[in-house]
């Protein structure tokens, strides 16, 4: 079945420091990657995604490009702020018949000012 | 404003005091779903709907009961919980037959089971 794996936290930063989370996948097919991310106390909020391989996706100067061949969907941002402490989460769905989304572990994330 | 609404956001019950959530969605959305988030585990989906009166199991059914009369609507019935239960759950839609996979969350209820 499908399956999501992403790197374990927690991540503490310094503020204007490099983020990056890996996140590889299992999946039959092509199916379509997204991150979510999800600020204290809150629902989940899609962050960004990629339909197909080589797609780059990007808001809020997050970035995770479709790499079919390492089956992998890395989110990075190059300068983090208090603000982006969060729990990312890593997600697919193949469109199967069931739509669901399979997601990784999440990643919590701390920003220190 | 388009969203998916989930009542309540808090709840502390007692093993075997059936009780329901409910989850609304204001997009006409046919895809509706009911996940619960464990420390460690991400999510894991526990039933849903492709439209009015379809409904299917996902992988964490036990349980748990849903129902879709309405298409806006899409309640989880806990009939005898247990303290296994104890969880934060979300509801999510998404417009599916679009081709898009995205699903949109509601704010999580927080269950605790006692």
């Known amino acids: 079945g499908d399956s999501v794996t992403q790197m374990e936290g927690p991540v503490t930063l310094s503020e204007e420091a490099f983020l990056t989370i890996n996140c590889t996948y299992t999946?039959?097919?092509?199916?379509?990657l997204f991150w979510y991310v999800q600020y204290p106390g809150e629902g989940l909020q899609l962050l960004l995604k990629?339909?197909?391989?080589?797609d780059k996706g990007s808001n809020k100067g997050f970035e995770a490009t479709y790499r079919k061949e390492t089956t992998s969907f890395h989110l990075e941002k190059g300068s983090v702020q208090v603000s982006d402490s969060a729990v990312y989460f890593c997600?697919?769905?193949?469109?199967?018949?069931?739509?669901?989304?399979?997601f990784g572990a999440g990643t919590t994330v701390t920003v220190r000012a | 404003e388009a969203q998916v609404t989930q009542n309540p956001r808090y709840l502390i019950t007692v093993t075997g005091k059936k009780l329901t959530v409910t989850c609304s969605q204001n997009?006409?959305?046919?895809?509706m779903s009911w996940y619960r988030q464990d420390p460690g585990l991400g999510l894991r989906q526990i039933y849903y709907?492709?439209?009015?009166?379809?409904?299917d199991k996902g992988d964490v059914p036990e349980g748990y009961k849903v129902s879709r009369k309405e298409k806006r609507n899409f309640p989880l019935i806990l009939e005898s919980p247990s303290p296994n239960q104890t969880s934060l759950y979300f509801c999510?839609?998404?417009?599916?037959?679009?081709?898009?996979?995205?699903?949109?969350f509601g704010p999580g209820t927080r269950l605790t089971v006692t």
């Open positions: 999510a839609s998404s417009p599916f037959r679009t081709g898009v996979y995205e699903q949109y």
């Open positions: 997600a697919l769905s193949d469109g199967g018949g069931d739509y669901k989304l399979s």
């Open positions: 990629a339909t197909k391989a080589d």
């Open positions: 997009m006409n959305h046919e895809y």
């Open positions: 709907s492709m439209n009015v009166e379809v409904t």
């Open positions: 999946a039959t097919g092509y199916p379509s």
